[in-house]
Nanobody, 124 residues
Framework: QVQLVESGGGLVQTGGSLKLSCAAS????????MAWFRQAPGKEREFVAF????????YYAGSVKGRFTISRDNAKNTVYLQMNSLKPEDTAVYYC?????????????????WGQGTQVTVSS
């Protein structure tokens, strides 16, 4: 069992930056691939970024590539999402998730554990 708690969301102006954190409980954190998803009002949850268990492989949605960076610190049981050059369309609730080990990395169904989410609002 893994429990995930996100933090770091808030209100920022267009072009600003935020760094999200996701703290995980449990001694098996390093065995899970992790990802960030987001969900805007009235829209489906969408993939943002993925990092494998070691941090050596990362993947990004096209809409955030070059602006967002996912990373992890297994010693601290934490995964991060550095978000730069934020745009109003980045406004959403951001969720971190731990992957079950099967399925496609960009599909929410592939993830077993989810955090409660943190709100990111980018003003124009």
């Amino acid at each position: 069992q893994v429990q995930l708690v996100e933090s770091g969301g808030g209100l920022v102006q267009t072009g600003g930056s935020l760094k999200l954190s996701c703290a995980a409980s449990g001694r098996t954190f390093s065995s899970y691939a992790m990802a960030w998803f987001r969900q805007a009002p009235g829209k489906e949850r969408e993939f943002v970024a993925f990092v494998n268990w070691s941090g050596g492989n990362t993947y990004y949605a096209g809409s955030v590539k070059g602006r967002f960076t996912i990373s992890r610190d297994n010693a601290k049981n934490t995964v991060y999402l550095q978000m730069n050059s934020l745009k109003p369309e980045d406004t959403a609730v951001y969720y971190c998730a731990a992957r079950a080990g099967v399925g496609t990395y960009y599909q929410p169904e592939s993830y077993l554990y989810w955090g409660q989410g943190t709100q990111v609002t980018v003003s124009s």
